[in-house]
């Protein structure tokens, strides 16, 4: 099956102390064949590995979705923790799976990190955190079926607080040409923002 692929990511902290860092980067991998979509959830540090979800962060992940031109479906949890199946008529066209990040604050202090605010991080320590942020990640894996190059849903927003939407589909970018995306913060276009895209070559199967 032909495809060209694109995996945009998106970080929003929404601090309330000082500027910390993620330990963790998320995106989605994805691949279709003969009526059965599957699709990997990658919350760690090996992109585009995806490995196992710590037991107590899997509640922080919403069910990946695709969004076609008929509408979004859910996918449906199996096997390991980061995989998602649909059995799905796919004909050729563009389409996205999408990840979501359930908004989460974390705190840290001389107890470390927690998953809480700063009245959790107290009750559960007895002291005050120094560092208290809440943290959403969106993703996007977008990709073409039967080398498609049309843009019927990937141009279209798909609602995620934070968002970066193509405007063009990246089967139609030639080599070293421009990709022009539209970043929206709450449905409008966001402001000051700074992007970074990094060309990897990788082997989504693997």
């Known amino acids: 099956m032909k495809r060209s692929i694109i995996i945009l990511s998106a970080v929003l902290s929404i601090v309330a102390a000082c500027s910390g860092a993620f330990a963790h980067e998320m995106w989605a991998n994805a691949e279709y064949s003969e009526g059965l979509l599957k699709a990997d959830l990658g919350y760690g540090h090996v992109f585009p590995v995806p490995e196992e979800i710590p037991a107590d962060r899997t509640h ?48 840290e202090g001389k107890d470390g990190w927690k998953q809480t605010d700063r009245a959790g991080y107290k009750k559960l320590t007895g002291s005050d955190p120094t560092h208290v942020e809440e943290a959403i990640m969106y993703a996007k894996y977008i990709f073409n079926v039967d080398g498609a190059d049309s843009t019927n849903v990937i141009t279209k927003p798909v609602g995620q607080k934070l968002e970066i939407v193509p405007q063009v589909n990246p089967a139609t970018v030639k080599p070293e040409g421009r990709f022009p995306v539209q970043v929206l913060l ?3 276009p966001a402001a000051d923002v700074y992007v970074l895209v990094a060309r990897m070559s990788f082997n989504i199967n693997n």
């Open 186 to 188: 709450d449905g409008k």
């Open 60 to 107: 922080l992940f919403e069910a990946l979705k695709l969004v076609a031109l008929d509408g979004t479906k859910e996918m449906t949890q199996t096997g390991k923790n980061y995989h998602y199946e649909l059995k799905v008529d796919m004909p050729k066209g563009d389409y996205i799976i999408r990840a979501d990040y359930v908004p989460t604050f974390w705190a």
